[in-house]
């Protein structure tokens, strides 16, 4: 049995509590106030967070334009820097109530292209987000058994 350790992580206000409990089942509507989570705030709790993670899912707003520099950032601090494979992450272009910002190919970095995106748009197409993080975790999961298989072949010869 596999233990995935995957980190929602991105720009305050971007939407990760919201989208967290709604893939995790604890809540069953996702309409409402929003609420600021407390979150890991410090970059020196960062490394521990970063520690065993199996992947990474990068959530911002794109009606927020400092968003889409902002998760450059996120990106080479627990993607690049921890050489994870771009299966391993998935970037959430989460649509809040309002939102301006179509669908489809946004303005975002080079490198960042090469990752999985998807658009969330919760009070609409609430199941295709849940498909995608269900496939998504599917492929955390590969990725986990073929690296277990590659330490065990090391291990043999």
């Known amino acids: 049995m596999f233990k995935a350790k995957i980190l ?3 720009p305050n206000e971007s939407g990760k509590t919201v989208l967290a409990n709604f893939l995790s089942n604890t809540v069953e ?3 409402g106030e929003y609420r600021p989570t407390q979150g890991v705030r410090f970059e020196s709790c960062w490394p521990a967070m970063m520690e065993d993670s199996s992947g990474v899912v990068i959530i911002f707003d794109p009606d927020v334009p400092s ?5 450059e950032t996120w990106y080479s601090m627990f ?3 921890r050489d994870l494979q771009d299966k391993q992450c ?3 272009a989460h649509h809040k109530p309002g939102s301006t910002v179509e669908d489809g190919p946004l303005p975002i970095a080079l490198h960042l292209r090469q990752l999985e995106l998807v658009h969330s748009n919760l009070e609409e ?5 849940r498909k995608t993080f269900s496939r998504y975790l599917g492929n955390i999961v590969k990725a986990m ?3 277990r298989e590659r ?3 090391s291990i043999i010869t």
């Open 8 to 10: 929602f992580i991105g």
């Open 29 to 31: 509507n996702v309409e």
């Open 67 to 71: 968003h889409l520099n902002e998760i």
């Open 79 to 81: 993607i690049s820097s």
């Open 90 to 92: 998935l970037l959430i």
């Open 125 to 129: 197409k609430s199941e295709d987000v």
């Open 145 to 147: 058994s073929e690296s």
């Open 151 to 153: 330490e065990e072949m």
